[in-house]
T-cell receptor, first 114, second 115 residues
């Protein structure tokens, strides 16, 4: 079965600093990987997805993630944090032909400080 | 384009009572999902529908949870009787693709508190 592990349940950065949220996956077959964002009292919104094309994936709001098979990682980055980036971020995985059945990580709460 | 609609947004009940949540997916989305999100955890899939048929309900506690999607559009998730551990946010999502890789569109969720 596939799974994802998010390292760090809480991450705090200063405004303008680099954002790095970590996600490692476990899968016996090539996975599809996703990052979703959840703002307070809202549903989840897709940030970006990896579907076996380019390993560097660009998403909305300046975020990007790189699929590294050798490290089984799919870390999310943004060069410069903005106050509006404060939210909870979830990494998720599904398998080819998995019917969009996503398995989510436990989430990382991002705090952005002035 | 209207998003996924859910109601009620908040519900507080006593244990052993029943509760129902309603979801209206995005128009034209054949696949509908119910996820349970317990505080501090990621969403967990409860049930997946393709039109009005169940694709996967392997993680649905069938002794107390039930869900239906009549006419392949709206869906209702019911809990009867509720337990304390059912306190969570119930998220409904819909998507266009079943076997491909698509984007899930989530509603704002229904927050259940069981006392």
């Amino acid at each position: 079965a596939q799974s994802v592990t998010q390292l760090g349940s809480h991450v705090s950065v200063s405004e303008g600093a680099l954002v790095l949220l970590r996600c490692n996956y476990s899968s016996s077959v090539p996975p599809y990987l996703f990052w979703y964002v959840q703002y307070p009292n809202q549903g989840l919104q897709l940030l970006l997805k990896y579907t076996s094309a380019a390993t560097l994936v660009k998403g909305i709001n300046g975020f990007e993630a790189e699929f590294k098979k050798s490290e089984t990682s799919f870390h999310l980055t943004k060069p410069s944090a903005h106050m509006s980036d404060a939210a909870e971020y979830f990494c998720a995985v599904t398998l080819t032909g998995g019917g969009n059945k996503l398995t989510f990580g436990t989430g990382t709460q991002l705090k952005v400080e002035l | 384009e209207a998003g996924v609609a859910q109601s009620p947004r908040y519900k507080i009940i006593e244990k052993r009572q029943s509760v129902a949540f309603w979801c209206n997916p995005i128009s034209g989305h054949a696949t509908l999902y119910w996820y349970q999100q317990i505080l501090g955890q990621g969403p967990k899939l409860l049930i997946q529908f393709q039109n009005n048929g169940v694709v996967d309900d392997s993680q649905l506690p069938k002794d107390r949870f039930s869900a239906e999607r009549l006419k392949g559009v709206d869906s209702t998730l019911k809990i009867q009787p509720a337990k304390l551990e059912d306190s969570a946010v119930y998220l409904c999502a819909s998507s266009l693709e079943r076997t491909g890789v698509g984007e899930l569109f989530f509603g704002e969720g229904s927050r259940l508190t069981v006392l």
